[in-house]
């Protein structure tokens, strides 16, 4: 069964047995009783498994334990969270937690509810537990999790939290999904140990990285730049990752993430008929709901991917073609909503604005379909589109939008400004952002130097005039104080 996880991802799966569908009688043998509430759950009766979990679990005649336990709290915990009782979820989960055996699940939803709920020294102590006593429920967890709370912990302020729970993910966190890079949360780490003078410290995690996102993070901040070896050569790192990425994927064939990450490798190296060639082959597998392990999950990407090669290739039929059947194909039930965004801003740099428009006019916008990022994605495409075809009003309430809501994503409502033209407004971003040690880095990657397109693939709107923004005085000065931008031999589109 497929679970929705806490943290607003899905997180797991569990498989259940069939049986004959009837209410085991107090004091039945538990064998009989589990078969009962898995035949139960597997028809979709979550309240009836829900009930005779309970029931199993609290029949004192016949006490669960070892994998009987675990199953009857992953399946109490699981309906829980079906019925949206969050309160009594996370409680099951504390308890479940706190006997033995305990699973990799429950130790998931009670770090995802704790995430969702912001109660960060809660999230620590489960984050402890599971270092000291749970690796396998630590090294289970997705990544993406962590990064998540890293960034919530960061926004907050809370610097000592997140701090604590980065030296542990450092020290105990060794990730066993094969394409999961834990660079981001060590670079985070050693950011923090410059900041507090351990340099040496810093410069043994920065001496540690080898993926290419890891150093190309460490080229966007002069301070750690400055401590890394000046050896390190980011196209041999590219040609290293695409080969390590390769690797990977034969080992686990079953895993599309993997032709995904092996397909942008090869776009970031300029090869895009192989990167094409990569993602076309498995297309058939992608209907296939058995296709992949990672299917229900990764399909968007796939999608994603072929209509960023096509787009790379100048090919703009065949990108938007695959932005519409990734849409099409869904996510979890619901439209894909990055990808009507994202097609919606492919429209706009090769010059359809209207068509954007009229994209972003059947984007999903019920309450909790986008995140606030995705409402900041939303009406900064929406403002450049509009700007561009003419329509100043409509663009003017975006502007207003994005100036308000700066904080749910800087990076769209500079964007916007760069895309209508208000370089002043571009510029007073860009200073503050470099004047900041928590936003220099990403202002001097959006600030860096790139190979060109292709003289068929134009520049996006808002990239258009950051030569002309960069040469401004001002913005001059403030590059030089941060430390200057970094020059990457790739195109933006493949970094």
Same mark, same amino acid.
């Given at each position: 069964?497929?679970?929705?996880?806490?943290?607003?991802?899905a997180?797991?799966?569990?498989?259940?047995?069939?049986?004959?569908?009837?209410?085991a009688?107090?004091g039945?043998? @538990?064998?009989?009783?589990?078969?009962?509430?898995?035949?139960?759950y597997d028809?979709?009766?979550?309240?009836?498994?829900?009930?005779?979990?309970?029931?199993?679990?609290?029949?004192r005649s016949?006490?669960?334990?070892?994998?009987?336990?675990?199953?009857?709290?992953?399946?109490?915990?699981d309906?829980?969270?079906?019925?949206?009782?969050?309160a009594?979820?996370?409680?099951?989960?504390?308890?479940?937690?706190?006997?033995?055996?305990?699973?990799?699940?429950?130790?998931?939803?009670?770090l995802?509810?704790?995430?969702?709920?912001?109660?960060?020294?809660?999230a620590?102590?489960?984050?402890?537990l599971?270092?000291?006593s749970?690796?396998a429920?630590?090294?289970?967890?997705?990544?993406?999790?962590?990064?998540?709370?890293?960034?919530?912990?960061?926004n907050?302020?809370?610097?000592?939290?997140?701090?604590?729970?980065?030296?542990?993910?450092?020290?105990?966190?060794?990730?066993?999904?094969?394409?999961?890079?834990?660079e981001?949360?060590?670079?985070?780490?050693a950011?923090?140990?410059?900041?507090?003078?351990?340099?040496?410290?810093a410069?043994?995690?920065?001496?540690?990285?080898?993926?290419?996102?890891?150093?190309?993070e460490?080229?966007?901040?002069?301070?750690?730049?400055?401590?890394?070896?000046p050896?390190?050569?980011?196209?041999l790192?590219?040609?290293?990752q695409?080969?390590?990425?390769?690797?990977?994927?034969?080992?686990?064939?079953?895993?599309?993430?993997?032709?995904?990450?092996?397909?942008?490798?090869?776009?970031r @190296?300029?090869r895009?008929?192989?990167?094409?060639?990569?993602?076309?082959?498995?297309?058939?597998r992608?209907?296939?709901?058995n296709?992949?392990s990672?299917?229900?999950?990764q399909?968007?990407?796939?999608?994603?991917?072929?209509?960023?090669?096509?787009?790379?290739?100048?090919?703009?039929?065949?990108?938007?073609?695959?932005?519409?059947?990734?849409?099409?194909?869904?996510?979890?039930?619901?439209?894909?909503?990055?990808?009507v965004?994202d097609?919606?801003?492919?429209?706009?740099?090769?010059?359809?604005?209207?068509?954007?428009?009229?994209?972003?006019?059947?984007?999903?916008d019920?309450p909790?379909?986008r995140?606030?990022?995705?409402?900041?994605?939303?009406?900064?495409?929406?403002?450049?589109?509009?700007?561009?075809a003419?329509?100043?009003?409509?663009?003017?309430?975006?502007?207003?939008?994005?100036?308000?809501?700066?904080?749910?994503?800087?990076?769209?409502?500079?964007? @916007?400004?760069?895309?209508?033209?208000?370089?002043?407004?571009a510029?007073?971003?860009f200073i503050?952002?470099?004047?900041?040690?928590?936003?220099?880095?990403?202002?001097?990657?959006? @600030?860096?130097?790139?190979?060109?397109?292709?003289?068929n693939?134009?520049?996006?709107?808002?990239?258009?005039?950051?030569?002309?923004?960069?040469?401004?005085?001002?913005?001059?000065?403030?590059?030089?104080?941060?430390?200057?931008?970094p020059?990457?031999?790739?195109?933006?589109?493949?970094l």
């Amino acid at each position: 069964m497929k679970i929705g996880g806490a943290f607003g991802v899905a997180a797991a799966f569990l498989a259940w047995a069939a049986c004959a569908p009837a209410m085991a009688a107090p004091g039945a043998p @538990l064998d009989e009783a589990l078969r009962t509430i898995r035949q139960t759950y597997d028809r979709g009766d979550y309240s009836a498994a829900l009930s005779m979990a309970r029931h199993t679990l609290d029949d004192r005649s016949n006490p669960p334990s070892g994998d009987a336990l675990m199953e009857l709290n992953n399946v109490i915990v699981d309906c829980e969270y079906r019925a949206k009782d969050m309160a009594k979820m996370y409680r099951d989960a504390m308890r479940a937690t706190a006997s033995e055996p305990s699973s990799i699940y429950v130790w998931r939803m009670r770090l995802g509810s704790e995430y969702n709920s912001k109660h960060y020294d809660a999230a620590l102590t489960t984050i402890t537990l599971m270092a000291q006593s749970h690796r396998a429920a630590l090294n289970a967890t997705p990544i993406r999790l962590f990064d998540a709370l890293h960034a919530l912990m960061k926004n907050a302020g809370d610097r000592d939290t997140d701090f604590r729970m980065l030296k542990i993910l450092n020290d105990a966190y060794q990730p066993i999904a094969p394409f999961a890079e834990v660079e981001d949360l060590r670079l985070a780490y050693a950011r923090q140990l410059y900041d507090a003078n351990d340099k040496a410290a810093a410069v043994n995690l920065i001496n540690g990285i080898q993926t290419f996102s890891g150093l190309v993070e460490v080229s966007t901040d002069p301070d750690l730049r400055a401590l890394q070896d000046p050896k390190v050569n980011l196209q041999l790192a590219a040609e290293r990752q695409l080969v390590e990425d390769q690797i990977t994927l034969s080992q686990h064939p079953d895993i599309l993430e993997g032709v995904t990450r092996v397909a942008g490798d090869l776009r970031r @190296l300029g090869r895009y008929q192989d990167a094409l060639a990569v993602l076309e082959k498995v297309r058939p597998r992608i209907g296939t709901p058995n296709g992949f392990s990672d299917r229900d999950y990764q399909q968007g990407s796939w999608w994603e991917g072929l209509a960023t090669t096509y787009v790379a290739l100048g090919d703009y039929d065949h990108a938007i073609e695959s932005y519409r059947a990734g849409i099409g194909s869904g996510e979890f039930g619901q439209r894909n909503v990055s990808q009507v965004l994202d097609s919606a801003l492919e429209q706009m740099r090769f010059g359809h604005y209207e068509d954007a428009l009229v994209t972003l006019a059947a984007a999903p916008d019920k309450p909790g379909e986008r995140s606030p990022y995705g409402e900041m994605v939303f009406h900064y495409a929406h403002g450049c589109a509009a700007w561009l075809a003419g329509h100043k009003q409509d663009a003017a309430k975006d502007i207003a939008y994005v100036t308000v809501h700066e904080r749910d994503g800087p990076g769209n409502a500079v964007a @916007l400004s760069l895309c209508v033209g208000d370089l002043d407004a571009a510029a007073a971003h860009f200073i503050r952002d470099l004047n900041d040690p928590d936003e220099r880095a990403g202002a001097l990657e959006h @600030l860096a130097d790139f190979l060109p397109n292709a003289a068929n693939v134009p520049e996006p709107p808002a990239d258009k005039v950051l030569t002309q923004l960069k040469a401004r005085a001002d913005v001059k000065a403030a590059i030089e104080k941060a430390g200057g931008i970094p020059s990457f031999p790739f195109r933006r589109d493949d970094l």
